[in-house]
């Protein structure tokens, strides 16, 4: 009897010390909350070199259900790399924003903003432009993070590879050009 009981309380303290850890395959990444990531992000096949910048990984890659990328890398742009950015066509300023793509956006505006988890008080997702990044800029590119929107709704994390350009065309900062006319979306 004290043997069975010594088995299930030692198989309970095993099992919940295992419930503490990070929930990944292996091999997988984690994210900085130590919640497992989904996929591997897929870098430009030219025109991009690794590299480190601690404050740009940091203003990116968040915790679950806070939007941003989760497993994600630095890397420099050597030479004009295309993105893509579907946007905000109230709000002009938004098209040269951070967050772009490296294909062009196709499907349902639904299924784009699941993909990229893009909550709906974000951008009505209604403008599309495509534009070259310069060389010399530091990117991030990552999977896709969770978010949870206003309305208590959360998208999941994706193995969708999102971009960040550390753009703010508001205070004069924009490392793209040599854009296409902008056009509606979808």
């Given at each position: 009897?004290?043997?069975?009981?010594?088995?299930?309380?030692?198989?309970?303290?095993?099992?919940?010390?295992?419930?503490s850890?990070?929930?990944?395959?292996?091999?997988?990444?984690?994210?900085?909350d130590?919640?497992?990531?989904?996929?591997?992000?897929?870098?430009?096949?030219?025109?991009?070199?690794?590299?480190?910048?601690?404050?740009?990984?940091?203003?990116?890659?968040?915790?679950?259900?806070?939007?941003?990328?989760?497993?994600?890398?630095?890397?420099?742009?050597?030479?004009?790399?295309?993105?893509?950015?579907?946007?905000?066509?109230?709000?002009?300023?938004?098209q040269?924003?951070?967050w772009?793509?490296?294909?062009?956006?196709?499907?349902?505006k639904e299924?784009?903003?699941?993909d990229?988890?893009?909550?709906?008080?974000?951008?009505?997702l209604?403008?599309?432009?495509?534009c070259?990044?310069r060389?010399?800029?530091?990117?991030?590119?990552?999977?896709?993070?969770?978010?949870?929107?206003?309305?208590?709704?959360?998208?999941?994390?994706?193995?969708?590879t999102?971009?960040?350009?550390?753009?703010?065309?508001r205070?004069?900062?924009?490392?793209?050009?040599?854009?296409?006319?902008?056009?509606?979306?979808?």
């Amino acid at each position: 009897m004290l043997k069975s009981a010594l088995f299930a309380l030692t198989t309970a303290v095993v099992l919940t010390g295992c419930a503490s850890l990070p929930t990944s395959a292996p091999g997988g990444s984690v994210g900085v909350d130590g919640v497992a990531c989904v996929g591997t992000p897929q870098a430009p096949e030219q025109g991009v070199q690794a590299s480190d910048n601690p404050a740009l990984m940091a203003m990116v890659r968040l915790p679950s259900d806070k939007g941003g990328v989760c497993e994600a890398k630095v890397l420099a742009v050597t030479a004009p790399v295309v993105l893509y950015r579907v946007f905000d066509a109230s709000k002009p300023y938004t098209q040269w924003g951070s967050w772009w793509s490296l294909q062009p956006p196709s499907g349902t505006k639904e299924q784009y903003r699941a993909d990229n988890a893009i909550c709906p008080e974000w951008s009505p997702l209604n403008k599309v432009v495509s534009c070259q990044v310069r060389p010399g800029t530091q990117l991030v590119i990552g999977t896709t993070q969770s978010a949870q929107c206003a309305d208590g709704s959360i998208y999941p994390k994706t193995a969708q590879t999102q971009v960040f350009v550390p753009n703010d065309s508001r205070v004069g900062i924009v490392h793209v050009g040599a854009c296409s006319a902008v056009s509606d979306w979808p």
